[in-house]
């Protein structure tokens, strides 16, 4: 914590402070489902926005301009008003301003497809820590905690460990509940593995990478750019090197999916060819699918 002290001073304590952290912006997209009634959706949206914007998920204090810019887009696939029950998936994403721009950068993104949970129209959400009996409730903390701690590590040296924690702690006691998402080994992209990877030993050099890529590089992007462009090349290095520690992980992965346009930004026509072709190599062995940008990054 002695690392962070100076960071949050200067970042997050002023005369006129908040307690929340969140920005957040919840789209419910219930297309497929038809012959329903718009107001249980309406509701729902209404419910997620409210804990996430007006919930203290932590002690630090944030003036409202730096309140953490997030989105939970929300497709519904089924909904049976029987037994109020909802299935769909959820795509969650926290975004960072980068210094000195009006550019904005993704921290973290994941697709989590198993968003399923029982919902009335005139439900309220209230978060309780010390009772995890609600799937969507604990969904909705989960994710808040995860892009919370991603955001403080991109500010500081693994300076989200607390909060990544919080997160972990909801996982670990929601599983009880019996939905899918939470379970350990069921899934390398679920909730579980998710958090347990990103707070395994073994990933470290994953997590140093997020606070050299964001701000010991990009943000000094607009003021010296061949500088900061080889700091998140040398970032790139720790990517690899966690890959390296821990093959199963998906993380890496997910980093590469939603960072493959930013990357060929950074990278294509830029430097020599040797430098674009290790990149390359990197990028390459990690997601393979992806392919076709890397490319880009390469010629």
Same mark, same amino acid.
């Given at each position: 914590?002695?690392?962070?002290?100076?960071?949050?001073?200067?970042?997050?304590?002023?005369?006129?402070?908040?307690?929340?952290?969140?920005?957040?912006?919840?789209?419910?997209?219930?297309?497929?489902?038809?012959?329903?009634?718009?107001?249980? @959706?309406?509701?729902? *949206?209404?419910?997620?926005?409210?804990?996430?914007?007006?919930?203290?998920?932590?002690?630090?204090? @944030?003036?409202?301009?730096?309140?953490?810019?997030?989105?939970?887009?929300?497709?519904?696939?089924?909904?049976?008003?029987?037994?109020?029950?909802?299935?769909?998936?959820?795509?969650?994403?926290?975004?960072?301003?980068?210094?000195?721009?009006?550019?904005?950068?993704?921290?973290?993104?994941?697709?989590?497809?198993?968003?399923?949970?029982?919902?009335?129209? @005139?439900?309220?959400?209230?978060?309780?820590?010390?009772?995890?009996?609600?799937?969507?409730? &604990?969904?909705? &903390?989960?994710?808040?905690?995860?892009?919370?701690?991603?955001?403080?590590? &991109?500010?500081?040296?693994?300076?989200?460990?607390?909060?990544?924690?919080?997160?972990?702690?909801?996982?670990?006691?929601?599983?009880?509940?019996?939905?899918?998402?939470?379970?350990?080994?069921?899934?390398?992209?679920?909730r579980y593995a998710?958090?347990?990877?990103?707070?395994?030993?073994?990933?470290?050099?994953?997590?140093?990478?997020?606070?050299?890529?964001y701000r010991t590089?990009?943000?000094?992007?607009? *003021?010296?750019?061949?500088? &900061?462009?080889?700091?998140?090349?040398?970032?790139?290095?720790?990517?690899?090197?966690?890959?390296?520690?821990?093959?199963?992980?998906?993380?890496?992965?997910?980093?590469?999916?939603?960072?493959?346009?930013?990357?060929?930004?950074?990278?294509?026509?830029?430097?020599?060819?040797?430098?674009?072709?290790?990149?390359?190599?990197?990028?390459?062995?990690?997601?393979?699918?992806?392919?076709?940008?890397?490319?880009?990054?390469?010629?």
């Open positions: 914590m002695k690392r962070l002290l100076p960071l949050i001073a200067l970042w997050l304590v002023s005369w006129n402070v908040q307690a929340q952290e969140l920005n957040a912006k919840v789209n419910i997209n219930r297309s497929q489902v038809s012959n329903t009634k718009s107001g249980v @959706f309406d509701a729902l *949206e209404k419910v997620i926005s409210r804990l996430l914007n007006e919930h203290a998920w932590t002690g630090l204090k @944030f003036r409202d301009m730096e309140r953490i810019q997030c989105t939970f887009n929300i497709t519904i696939d089924t909904y049976s008003e029987t037994d109020n029950s909802f299935t769909g998936s959820l795509l969650v994403a926290g975004i960072r301003p980068v210094y000195n721009s009006s550019y904005t950068t993704t921290v973290f993104s994941m697709n989590d497809k198993d968003f399923n949970f029982a919902f009335q129209e @005139f439900d309220q959400l209230e978060w309780r820590p010390e009772q995890v009996d609600n799937n969507l409730t &604990a969904m909705i &903390a989960y994710w808040a905690y995860v892009i919370i701690g991603m955001d403080l590590d &991109a500010m500081a040296p693994m300076g989200g460990t607390e909060v990544l924690r919080m997160a972990q702690d909801v996982c670990n006691n929601a599983e009880m509940l019996g939905y899918a998402g939470w379970k350990a080994f069921d899934d390398s992209k679920n998710i958090i347990n990877d990103y707070l395994d030993g073994s990933m470290e050099k994953f997590r140093q990478l997020q606070y050299t890529y590089g990009l943000d000094h992007m607009a *003021e010296n750019p061949e500088a &900061a462009r080889t700091t998140i090349a040398e970032s790139l290095n720790l990517l690899k090197e966690a890959h390296e520690d821990k093959a199963m992980s998906m993380l890496p992965q997910i980093f590469t999916d939603y960072k493959r346009d930013e990357l060929v930004s950074i990278f294509s026509g830029q430097g020599s060819s040797k430098d674009r072709e290790a990149i390359y190599d990197i990028l390459f062995r990690i997601n393979p699918s992806q392919n076709n940008y890397w490319e880009k990054i390469k010629n």
